[in-house]
């Protein structure tokens, strides 16, 4: 990187210029694109020069020979007249009509290598131009790529987390920044239990300070990253004056309309009993019995109960790994 123009948190428009790099390479590649250019217009000059000349040569060459035509068709036309009254030899009759037969078949010969001459120089030229045409949209794109340098705002938002620094080698398609537009966008990263149920248009919100803000289901991604995918949210009226990129919240998504249900806090029996069983304590806190139960659906907090469990019951959500395979524990106080 060659110049940092803009700071971070600074408010940029679409256009603007954050960084300015530098590709020495690149100028290299311009810089020879320009020469070649050049080359092959003097090329094209040259050729037409040449072409012009030989056509201009061709040309003079067609007026000689058509002043020859008409010399020796006099001549042929004159001993033909005096031959028929007995005043030429036959011989210099046939000699003058022979020139003049060959000299006509002279014209249709060089007549025949003008046009070949005048379509193979339409097609060389057409062939130089589309080159040269072609030579230039490459220079033209190359020089986009030079503008390319100028690292620009793709939006207008508030620049933050510039990570390249003046001298540092920047590689394709390597991230260098972000800026944070007035469209904040949410990522939410859900447990792949729930990979069937988030689908975008679900309602969702977080509360801060005391009010809740209200989110839509944007998009869903499709991949699954350690037990867990991605989903984007947008705002659907105002949002934290002072919200900041990178902040974590923890976001409510409403699968569906809100409903009663029998619910266990989340704990490490879930993986000891496999979602099976619990153990029920009694009334009187002295000792717990194994229950088979019935879990359903399942949030960051809780376990929804199907069956086995009635409101109220307290349960132990702890490991069971200590208790192996007993069905009554005393439990002491």
Do not use: C
Not at 46 to 68: C, P, Y
Not at 79 to 99: M, N, T, W
Not at 209 to 228: D, L
Not at 249 to 259: A, F, K, R
């Amino acid at each position: 990187m060659e110049e940092r123009i803009i700071e971070e948190g600074a408010w940029v428009n679409a256009g603007d210029v954050i960084l300015r790099l530098s590709n020495p390479l690149l100028n290299i590649g311009i810089l020879q694109s320009e020469a070649d250019l050049a080359y092959q217009e003097n090329e094209l000059r040259n050729t037409r020069l040449t072409m012009d000349q030989e056509h201009l040569r061709l040309k003079q060459d067609m007026i000689g020979m058509q002043k020859e035509v008409v010399q020796k068709e006099r001549r042929y036309r004159q001993y033909s007249h005096l031959f028929d009254k007995g005043f030429v030899a036959e011989e210099e009759y046939l000699r003058a009509r022979e020139d003049y037969e060959a000299s006509v078949g002279q014209m249709e010969v060089l007549d025949s290598r003008i046009k070949s001459d005048q379509e193979l120089r339409q097609g060389q030229l057409k062939s130089l131009d589309e080159n040269i045409a072609n030579m230039k949209q490459s220079l033209l794109l190359v020089r986009q790529r030079l503008d390319n340098l100028l690292v620009k705002a793709p939006v207008a938002g508030q620049l933050g987390n510039i990570a390249a620094q003046v001298g540092q080698s920047i590689s394709q398609g390597e991230r260098i920044g972000q800026i944070i537009t007035p469209e904040l966008k949410v990522e939410v990263r859900i447990d792949e239990h729930y990979v069937e149920h988030i689908r975008p248009g679900l309602s969702a919100g977080f509360e801060r300070e005391g009010k809740r803000y209200g989110m839509t289901v944007t998009k869903v991604y499709p991949e699954v990253q350690e037990g867990q995918f991605r989903t984007d949210l947008h705002f659907v009226s105002d949002r934290p004056e002072n919200i900041r990129s990178g902040q974590t919240y923890h976001v409510d998504i409403q699968l569906g309309d809100p409903e009663e249900a029998v619910m266990i806090p989340r704990g490490s029996f879930y993986q000891s009993s496999g979602s099976r069983y619990v153990y029920v304590v009694d009334h009187d806190g002295s000792a717990a019995t194994m229950r088979r139960v019935r879990l359903g659906r399942q949030n960051p907090v809780f376990y929804e109960v199907l069956e086995g469990l009635l409101p109220g019951e307290q349960v132990i959500i702890s490991g069971y790994e200590l208790f192996g395979d007993n069905q009554h524990l005393n439990l002491r106080k």
